[in-house]
């Protein structure tokens, strides 16, 4: 195990931004940098042991800061969208940047994913761990109160990527954090990700309006094309959310939720979360205006996201999962991405 820390360039304001790379005793690594307290690269193995890196990012910060995708990043204070750009909290509603249309998505313009986290390597005999911190003041893109935000990622021998979350909030206010990044099984550089496999423990997602606003509906998956309870390949154009089975489970224990495998290399990677949603996008607005690392172009299709959440617009429904975070509480939340081959 060990943690490398390397200067990742400069803003043009002149912050340098720093690369840290956690890799395990087989060779496997994790690549995250302080802006955006973004996942850069991932290194796992295929069947045979070779390993590539299948997580889409830039080679600059200039290009994190240009491109529109949120490649890799955390996402706050609210993942997703929020219809009209306003909720209402203790009887006073909010006012939201709209950055999506006439909706506020990802935390708006100057969202979590757009700055620049503090970063504390933490060496372990079978983990290492990189523990991220942001503060995001009172009224910042709107949300109320003093935010503390606490992020640890950890990489173990066993290819584990463990994302662990904490907030706390000196008013009430509301939050959904997420990470946002994009996996190609085959290898980032490789075509599109409709060979992949995907299966999901959902039974429902949240109906949406045509700007992506949930109604307000659950939608049952049966006999429709969300149904990914069998495995199917990744061949639909998803931006949706799905409803993750609860039933009977403990809430202090990530559960396994989701499997996606790469026939061709063998790879797959599951999802264990404490959340009770998972945004599956498949890039369809990705445009090509900005080329991944080395200059490889980017397309709609060319990568998938599996994004641990809330559900979205939760402010707007009360008949949705609660995402209040009360003054003196504090939020916690988990997920695992398990990489082996087959």
């Not at 912050?15 to 955006?36: C, H, M, P, Q, R």
């Not at 980032?188 to 060979?195: E, G, I, M, T, W």
């Not at 639909?236 to 993750?244: A, K, T």
């Amino acid at each position: 195990m060990g943690i490398l820390k390397e200067s990742f360039g400069r803003l043009a304001d002149g912050t340098e931004i720093f690369k840290y790379t956690l890799k395990n005793t087989f060779g496997a690594s994790v690549e995250i940098i302080t802006l955006g307290g973004a996942i850069r690269a991932l290194r796992v193995p295929d069947r045979n042991g070779a390993l590539d890196d299948v997580v889409c990012g830039y080679d600059t910060p200039q290009e994190y800061l240009d491109g529109d995708q949120c490649q890799g990043a955390l996402i706050g204070r609210f993942a997703n969208r929020i219809k009209g750009g306003k909720f209402t909290l203790n009887g006073r509603e909010y006012t939201l940047p709209k950055n999506d249309g006439e909706n506020s998505l990802h935390g708006g313009f100057n969202g979590f994913g757009r700055k620049v986290w503090t970063a504390s390597p933490v060496e372990g005999k079978h983990a290492d761990s990189l523990v991220m911190r942001l503060t995001s003041p009172d009224g910042e893109e709107g949300y109320p109160g003093n935010l503390e935000m606490k992020v640890t990622y950890t990489f173990d021998e066993v290819n584990r990527l463990s994302i662990e979350y904490e907030a706390k909030c000196d008013a009430d206010t509301v939050c959904n954090f997420t990470n946002h990044a994009y996996f190609n099984l085959a290898g980032y550089a490789s075509c599109d990700v409709k060979d992949h496999i995907i299966w999901m423990a959902a039974s429902h997602i949240t109906e949406t309006d045509d700007q992506l606003i949930p109604t307000g509906r659950l939608i049952p998956v049966k006999n429709t094309e969300y149904e990914l309870r069998k495995p199917v390949p990744l061949t639909g154009m998803f931006d949706d959310n799905f409803v993750l089975r609860t039933s009977g489970r403990d809430f202090r224990k990530p559960r396994f939720v989701c499997e996606v495998s790469e026939p061709s290399s063998g790879r797959r990677v599951r999802v264990y979360t404490t959340l009770p949603g998972l945004q599956l996008y498949c890039g369809v607005m990705m445009d090509g205006g900005i080329p991944f690392k080395g200059g490889r172009p980017s397309f709609k299709h060319c990568a998938f996201c599996l994004e641990t959440q809330r559900w979205p617009d939760s402010p707007n429904h009360p008949n949705f999962t609660d995402c209040t975070l009360r003054k003196g509480e504090t939020f916690r939340s988990k997920t695992v991405y398990e990489f082996d081959a087959k």
